[in-house]
């Protein structure tokens, strides 16, 4: 049915306010729609325009220096780089926003979405006549956080939906959790695993059993009213 890939992506920024926060960090990759693997990578930091707008607690977060920082490319020479990136993996010749990779996060619906809305309005990569960006599927996304809280939502070994918290749960050691998190290639890699995982339960639970029912029928399940 659905031949476009998959971009999983996080920005680690300067701060939490969507509106006008600058990103700091890039990482993404591309997860092949037939065989969810993997395919391609792309990883930067950048330059914030504004040092004094980065708030300290944001750098504590994301362990990244105002030196680090300072060395960094500018963001309207990576941006416009990463966009090409996300391009290559457009599976239509014209490469309008519906052949555009879907885009994949953990909490990024209400956080790493809205703030690539505002950096691709600002570097030209916006469809006028649907009024949204250009570079990733504006109909389908997939927050992987909100996908595992229906899976976690009744476990009490689980105390909330944060991807360190899900990570540990599922056996990640908290040595490797607490050295990596909070690095943007760190989390889009976890965050592709656990999707994968998700994706590939899909498939198994709707392709047909032994019996050549499926496991979960969707086909006329709400037949005669039930």
């Known amino acids: 049915m659905d031949y476009r890939h998959f971009c999983c992506f996080d920005f680690e920024t300067g701060g939490t306010d969507t509106?006008?926060?600058e990103i700091l960090q890039i990482g993404a990759c591309i997860l092949n729609r037939n065989s969810l693997k993997i395919v391609d990578k792309f990883e930067t930091l950048m330059k914030p325009e504004d040092f004094d707008a980065v708030e300290d607690g944001a750098l504590r977060v994301n362990g990244l220096t105002r030196e680090q920082l300072a060395d960094a490319p500018e963001a309207s020479v990576m941006f416009p780089l990463f966009a090409?990136?996300?391009?290559?993996?457009?599976?239509n010749k014209t490469k309008?926003?519906?052949g555009a990779p879907i885009p994949v996060t953990w909490g990024g619906d209400k956080f790493d979405m809205p703030i690539m809305d505002r950096y691709c309005l600002k570097y030209g990569?916006?469809?006028?006549?649907?009024c949204n960006q250009s570079l990733l599927n504006p109909v389908f996304t997939m927050d992987v956080m909100k996908h595992i809280w229906s899976w976690i939502r009744n476990n009490k070994d689980v105390k909330n939906c944060k991807l360190v918290t899900v990570l540990e749960y599922m056996g990640v050691p908290k040595e490797d959790i607490e050295a990596g998190a909070h690095d943007a290639m760190w989390d889009v890699e976890w965050t592709a695993k656990i999707a994968v995982k998700l994706l590939k339960l899909g498939?198994?639970?709707?392709?047909?059993?032994?019996?050549?029912?499926?496991?979960?029928e969707i086909e006329n399940c709400f037949k005669g009213g039930k």
Not at 84 to 91: A, L, M, S, V
Not at 207 to 213: E, K, M, S
């Open 203 to 216: 498939n198994y639970l709707t392709t047909l059993n032994d019996d050549g029912n499926r496991r979960l």
């Open 84 to 91: 090409k990136w996300i391009q290559k993996h457009n599976i």
């Open 96 to 98: 309008n926003s519906f």
């Open 125 to 130: 990569y916006w469809d006028k006549k649907w």
């Open 19 to 21: 509106s006008k926060c």
